[in-house]
T-cell receptor, first 112, second 114 residues
Framework: SQKIEQNSEALNIQEGKTATLTCNYT??????LQWYRQDPGRGPVFLLL?????KEKRKERLKVTFDTTLKQSLFHITASQPADSATYLC???????????FGTGTSLTVIP | NAGVTQTPKFQVLKTGQSMTLQCAQD?????MSWYRQDPGMGLRLIHY???????DQGEVPNGYNVSRSTTEDFPLRLLSAAPSQTSVYFC?????????????FGPGTRLTVL
């Protein structure tokens, strides 16, 4: 199986700053790594996917990096807004592609 | 499209009772799965299905049964509820069984076992 660690502490940042969230994994390197957003009382919503042969992926104010040497992915939100406040989860495929492993998530609060 | 729907939203059971959590999707997705989410534990895979008639165990399958008779529906059965099964349950689906496909999640069922 796979062990996944995300920022254990909640992250508070000022509006307009860049938020950086960390996802570290052990064991094998996944072929794909996904990031999700989860609001209180709701199911996770897919944000971005990055492949093992991609170093970086961008979507609007979001940027994801994937370093298979460090076994780490970083998730950046630039020009953060209070509406970005949520819990962010990283997810890795289980090698065979049939199982996904999720991190515990990082709670982000953007302060106006 | 309604996406992934789950019923009920909330449920309280007594220890030893059985019940079925319903999940349906209208996107013609092959892959469906059930997760439970507990504080500090993240989402953990219970069971999954790669198509009608095919199911398999995930990380934490004990105490749960599933079946997949149609592409659309993937119910989760609790055989004899235990307090340890108090959790929030999410159903998810994706186009194919691959990490390159995003998963679509339902709104969740909050289950309390007394």
């Amino acid at each position: 199986s796979q062990k996944i660690e995300q920022n254990s502490e909640a992250l508070n940042i000022q509006e307009g700053k860049t938020a950086t969230l960390t996802c570290n994994y052990t064991n094998y390197s996944p072929a794909y790594l996904q990031w999700y957003r989860q609001d209180p009382g709701r199911g996770p919503v897919f944000l971005l996917l990055i492949r093992e042969n991609e170093k970086e992926k961008r979507k609007e104010r979001l940027k994801v990096t994937f370093d298979t040497t460090l076994k780490q992915s970083l998730f950046h939100i630039t020009a953060s807004q209070p509406a970005d406040s949520a819990t962010y989860l990283c997810a890795l495929d289980g090698g065979a592609g049939n199982q996904f492993y999720f991190g515990t998530g990082t709670s982000l609060t953007v302060i106006p | 499209n309604a996406g992934v729907t789950q019923t009920p939203k909330f449920q309280v059971l007594k220890t030893g009772q059985s019940m079925t959590l319903q999940c349906a999707q209208d996107m013609n997705h092959e892959y469906m799965s059930w997760y439970r989410q507990d504080p500090g534990m993240g989402l953990r895979l219970i069971h999954y299905s790669v198509g009608a008639g095919i199911t398999d165990q995930g990380e934490v399958p004990n105490g749960y049964n599933v079946s997949r008779s149609t592409t659309e529906d993937f119910p989760l059965r609790l055989l004899s509820a235990a307090p340890s099964q108090t959790s929030v349950y999410f159903c998810a689906s994706s186009y194919r069984t691959s990490g390159r496909n995003e998963q679509f999640f339902g709104p969740g069922t909050r289950l309390t076992v007394l």
